[in-house]
């Protein structure tokens, strides 16, 4: 790192809080990513951390931040602390008597949020604070109400006052606009703290220790926690009103939202071919495939699937052995599943894109072992040489660009019949995988009933897969669908990011970066209202500015593109 980085130091801790950020999964990872590409790429030696703000992404806060981190350094080391530049400067110019004199201003660090004592974002947060730090734990609207009342003076599901519709429950705005809470997942939306959302709990929470130790009622004895004398519900206050809260024991309990997998026995199931009802040859030969499947001693079962054209389950041999877990049907899905593209579809594709949906629908599927299988990969039913070669390039690119970006697997086969001999070396292959005789792949099954959102489903199997990486970890087939579903319990952020991926040139990657910036469609049409017709037109490609490299970045010809659909009811 030192090698390639003028202040080594910085870029360290800053590389630190965004590894932090990544594992738990925050709005973090956005800010401090922005942060690491500057500071790495600035050729600069920076004597103090307050000089850092000129580079972008750096602002008052982070700088503030990494003057904390290097105080440290420095008493830790028997380092004299460097001095701040803009105070040497102020003290140069005053000594000089090149301006007149005048006290110093001094900078003023923003005050920590402290909610009003049993207000709704104190009962929030105090409820919030109960899930621990180190993990992506988080909670639905019901149980966060349920968490939250006991320290709330007000109710959060009826409103105090019967003419009006406010409860408690609307405090959650505020939280939301101070990003100290975000949102994830669906179909059913969680909350949890961000980084600023911990910083406040744990100063209510070590403000709450020093006031139990001290604080007595007039018998003599120590105010309960949850039940603190004269307290009232209120607004915002400021942070002497932390010295009055009371916060001990809602911090004890920690609830691990990984789900407990249940083992299938090896014995109990036997591998199945699934091909989607769209497989076929010709509208007048649709079971060619599965005919030719047939004679080579595999017999697939023909469904509509919600992703993919060709995947595989375990189907158990007893139909009713998933009832005793809770879960519907008798089958479980494995980690592989095929999208197959002719040629003449992969390029049609690539020109509307279609191509780009259907590699994020892919990845947001959870299964780990994508194989996207090309039929006739040579160009040779185009005349003209010119266009072959154009479009040739065009396919080159996207396997290239599926391959490195997405990480999937790319077979290419000369024709239908080859494609079919792939798939029956899949499935044996497989079988011989999960033979009750082959102790090193086992499958596990993921209770439906702890995966409430597709969010907490991929991080469920990105931990399970890195401490047991000989294991599938497959939901029910039902429970898939519903995951994989193009329409049902779509969120806003869903519908969202689908219209923005309508705009040819921006993939599943560039619509998320946009959706980051702009939560909703309408925060980022209200965007464009308040610019001009000219700053419209570089609007998405200077926020994106932070994007040096990479397949996310947006350029001004995109971005134009982009404003002339979101802009144009902006005139």
């Given amino acids: 790192m030192s090698e390639t980085c003028a202040n080594p130091l910085l870029l360290g801790w800053i590389k630190e809080w965004l590894d932090q950020a990544r594992e738990r999964n925050t709005k973090g990872v956005t800010v401090y990513k922005k942060a690491y590409e500057s500071m790495k790429a600035c050729p600069l030696e920076f004597q103090h951390p307050s000089e850092a703000q000129q580079l972008n992404g750096l602002g008052p806060k982070l700088c503030d931040r990494l003057t904390d981190k290097l105080k440290d350094y420095c008493n830790e080391h028997g380092l004299p602390m460097p001095e701040d530049p803009r105070t040497v400067k102020a003290g140069k110019r005053k000594s000089d008597g090149t301006e007149e004199t005048q006290p110093a201003k001094k900078t003023r660090k923003p005050k920590t949020y402290a909610p009003a004592l049993r207000s709704g974002p104190y009962a929030l947060i105090l409820a919030l604070g109960n899930l621990d730090e180190n993990s992506n734990q988080s909670m639905t609207k019901a149980q966060l109400i349920e968490q939250a009342q006991p320290y709330c003076d007000t109710s959060f599901t009826a409103p105090s006052d019967p003419t009006k519709f406010f409860t408690a429950w609307n405090s959650m705005k505020t939280l939301l606009t101070k990003e100290l809470v975000y949102t994830q997942g669906h179909p059913l939306k969680k909350y949890a703290l961000t980084e600023e959302g911990w910083e406040v709990a744990k100063a209510m929470k070590k403000t709450a220790q ?198 999937y697997f790319v077979k290419r086969t000369k024709n239908l019949d080859d494609t079919i001999r792939y798939l029956a070396r899949m499935t044996f292959l497989l079988r011989n995988m999960y033979n009750s005789n082959n102790p090193t792949h086992s499958l596990s099954l993921l209770p439906t009933r702890s995966l409430s959102l597709s969010t907490t489903y991929q991080t469920a199997l990105s931990t399970l897969r890195t401490t047991n990486p000989s294991t599938t970890y497959g939901v029910t087939f039902p429970t898939f669908c519903a995951i994989a579903s193009k329409s049902e319990a779509l969120t806003l952020r869903d519908i969202f990011l689908k219209m923005l991926m309508c705009t040819k040139g921006i993939s599943g990657d560039k619509a998320l970066e946009i959706q980051r910036q702009w939560t909703t469609p309408q925060a980022f049409v209200r965007a464009f209202e308040e610019l001009s017709e000219k700053e419209r037109e570089t609007m998405v490609s200077d926020r994106m500015t932070h994007l040096v490299v990479g397949r996310k970045k947006i350029a001004k010809v995109l971005s134009k593109k982009v404003a002339e659909v979101w802009g144009m009811d902006a005139q």
Avoid at 281 to 291: A, E, F, L
């Fill in 210 to 407: 020093k006031s139990n130790q001290s604080k007595l009622s007039l018998d003599g004895q120590v105010v309960p926690a949850d039940k603190p004398s004269g307290a009232q519900g209120g607004n915002d206050a400021s942070n002497e009103d932390i010295d009055n809260q009371t916060t001990q024991g809602i911090f004890d309990e920690n609830e691990d939202t990984t789900p407990t997998p249940i083992p299938i026995p090896p014995n109990s199931f036997a591998i199945q071919l699934v091909l989607d009802t769209r497989e076929v040859r010709t509208s007048k030969d649709r079971d060619y495939i599965s005919n030719e499947l047939i004679r080579k001693g595999i017999t697939p079962e023909v469904r509509a699937l919600e992703v993919g054209d060709t995947m595989w389950v375990a189907k158990f041999h007893d139909p009713t052995f998933l009832r005793q877990y809770g879960e519907e049907g008798d089958e479980v899905i494995l980690d592989w599943i095929v999208e197959r593209k002719r040629l003449d579809d992969l390029i049609g594709s690539i020109k509307d894109g279609r191509f780009h949906e259907q590699k994020f629908r892919l990845r947001r599927s959870g299964i780990k072992n994508v194989i996207y299988l090309i039929e006739e990969f040579a160009v040779t039913h185009e005349s003209n040489a010119a266009a072959t070669q154009k479009y040739h390039d065009m396919v080159c690119s996207a396997i290239a660009q599926t391959q490195v970006v997405n990480g």
